[in-house]
């Protein structure tokens, strides 16, 4: 008979084995460029390996847009930036694809800042900047790459392990107890 820490032992390992099932932040790096940063976004999952992200953040730490900025939410389709409709967006991520982005990429923003991180194909990264008062301009392209890593939510499986090694535990000092006639 297969004892309980036994079940409990295989159900926290096969789901600390399997983090891209239910990830649903990812966390990415980019150097383009001088301009360089990380961020993190949420997303839903939209199926066959794509990704819409929801909400999140860009940290520029190196370029002419140092500072942090905030995801636009946008797509999954193509969504026009707002303004001017410079550009359109889709917010859609591709873990473990190369690139990790699209042609329509990530929008972010402060004020009246938008930020975009673009890949039209595996060699091409570009950071778009727009404002109103310049416009639309690329600050670099094809010099560059962005990383996609998925962070897995750990809550549910921490959780998950901690209660079955609490049930084993209980049902140990049980049978001892019977056992010793405590």
Same mark, same amino acid.
């Given at each position: ?84 409709? #410079? ?15 699209? #042609? ?28 109103? #008062?310049?416009?639309?301009?690329? #600050? ?33 000092? /049980?049978?001892? /107890? ?5």
């Amino acid at each position: 008979m297969i004892s309980c820490c036994a079940v409990a032992m295989v159900t926290v390992f096969s789901l600390a084995l399997a983090p891209q099932a239910r990830a649903d932040s990812f966390d990415f790096t980019f150097s383009i460029g001088p301009d360089t940063g990380y961020g993190s976004v949420d997303a839903v999952s939209l199926g066959g390996g794509e990704y819409n992200a929801t909400d999140g953040s860009l940290t520029v730490t190196g370029g002419n847009d140092i500072g942090t900025y905030t995801l636009l939410p946008g797509g999954p389709g193509d969504t026009c930036s707002p303004d001017s409709c #410079e550009f359109g967006y889709d917010d859609n991520l591709f873990p473990g694809s190369t690139p990790p982005i699209d #042609e329509f990429g990530l929008v972010f923003t402060s004020g009246d800042v938008l930020l975009t991180i673009t890949a039209p194909n595996a060699n091409d990264y570009y950071f778009l900047t727009y404002s109103p #008062e310049q416009g639309l301009y690329l #600050e670099n392209d094809t010099s560059g790459n962005a990383y996609v890593s998925i962070t897995p939510e750990p809550g549910s499986s921490t959780l998950l392990g901690a209660a079955l090694a609490g049930l084993c535990v209980i049902r140990r000092w /049980k049978v001892a /107890k019977s056992r010793w006639g405590i």
